[in-house]
């Protein structure tokens, strides 16, 4: 599954969960240089990157994917062989009351990344410009919105509905104009919900996790019918280095782990396990916080994927389910607060957001 040793990526957004992770991975595993950018917003966190972030295989660019005079930089510097493109605003709540960074982040921050990812590409020649690849990763949520039956596949029409998903969606066709208009070879692929460590917990397993650990009341959105395909983030990470490495240009693979659950159905697993893991020190069951609270504007039912084509085509299957997924993470967190104290020691605090408030 691995590409060659002498392999040089560069993660945008590698200070961030999913990025991190990816980061981690990649340095633990392959004997590949591994280089991070990141602009370390609220959401990046060196910490995240363990002890990945010392090891010589690994450079870290504090930069702005915005930057094109920085991007051209590390570009001509580090001379990657593949990019994995996470950079992205990623929170819905937040691109509700401040659309404005999704816009510049996701749609600008991936313009500018093509912009200078081929002009590095049409630099080289030969088997340099044969082997590199660009792996943009996006969501399911640019499909906008499915009823109780049917799921996301590679031909689903785009539908957003929030400006988070508008967003990554513009980003997903300026993708497939460069790699049809000027060869570019990319890959893109749409996952479903990703959790695990070092999620910042303003996602709902995290902070669900921070909540009920400090006694406070554990808010769901309208009735928690909302349902979303949960993906834990180690077997993310797996999908794409299968994609990287089998995929083929120009195709797009849709990642996910055939775990449906409600919101609701979430936060009561996350409770049964703090019950087991963390009891309450009344002996009180967490559940009791829970707390049904305005839905959010524009929130969409459900989300699935079917994973068909990346199961067949790179015979990629997760390998956690929900629950085994969730108990590790419940877990990390539990072993882990000071990390969950560090990050929430910045601008956020755990309070509501996505409430449609003036930027």
């Given amino acids: 599954m691995d590409r060659p040793p002498d392999d040089t990526f560069l993660v945008t957004g590698g200070a961030g969960f999913i990025g991190s ?5 990649l340095v633990a595993d392959t004997g590949a240089s591994v280089v991070t950018l990141d602009k370390l917003t609220y959401a990046g966190n060196l910490a995240s990157l363990a002890d990945a972030f010392h090891h010589p295989r690994h450079h870290f660019e504090q930069a702005d994917v915005c930057d094109g005079e920085a991007l051209r930089r590390i570009l001509t510097q580090y001379r990657p062989t593949a990019i994995l493109h996470l950079a992205a605003e990623s929170h819905v709540d937040r691109s509700i009351d401040g659309p404005g960074d999704f816009i510049r982040t996701n749609i600008l921050g991936t313009y500018s990344l093509l912009t200078e990812a081929r002009r590095y590409w049409d630099g080289l020649s030969g088997e340099e410009k044969d082997r590199f690849r660009l792996l943009h990763v996006s969501t399911d949520e640019v499909f906008g919105c499915l009823g109780a039956e049917g799921s996301f596949n590679e031909e689903t029409p785009y539908r957003p509905n929030s400006p988070y998903s508008a967003s990554k969606a513009a980003a997903d066709h300026l993708v497939r104009a460069w790699s049809r208009t000027y060869g570019l070879p990319v890959i893109t692929t749409n996952c479903s919900n990703n959790f695990g460590p070092y999620q910042f917990p303003e996602k709902l397993i995290p902070l669900m996790i921070a909540k009920g650990l400090e006694g406070q009341p554990l808010p769901v959105y309208g ?13 993310h990470v797996d999908a794409l280095r299968t994609v990287l490495a089998r995929g083929r240009v120009g195709e797009t693979y849709m990642i996910g782990g055939h775990q449906e659950r409600t919101n609701l159905d979430v936060v009561q697993a996350v409770c049964a396990l703090l019950d087991e893991l963390a009891p309450d020190r009344a002996g009180q069951a967490h559940a009791r916080l829970i707390q049904f609270v305005p839905d959010r504007p524009a929130h969409d039912f459900r989300y699935a994927i079917d994973p068909t084509k990346v199961r067949r085509a790179l015979s990629w299957t997760p390998r956690e389910t929900f629950e085994s997924g969730l108990r590790r993470t419940v877990r990390w967190y539990l072993e882990n607060q000071a990390w969950c104290r560090h990050v929430r020691s910045g601008g956020y605090r755990g309070e509501r957001l996505g409430l449609g408030s003036t930027a």
């Avoid at 992770?21 to 991975?25: D, E, L, N, Q, S």
């Fill in 21 to 25: 992770a990816v980061v981690r991975t």
């Fill in 223 to 235: 009735e928690g019918r909302n349902v979303r395909d949960w993906l834990y983030v180690d077997d």
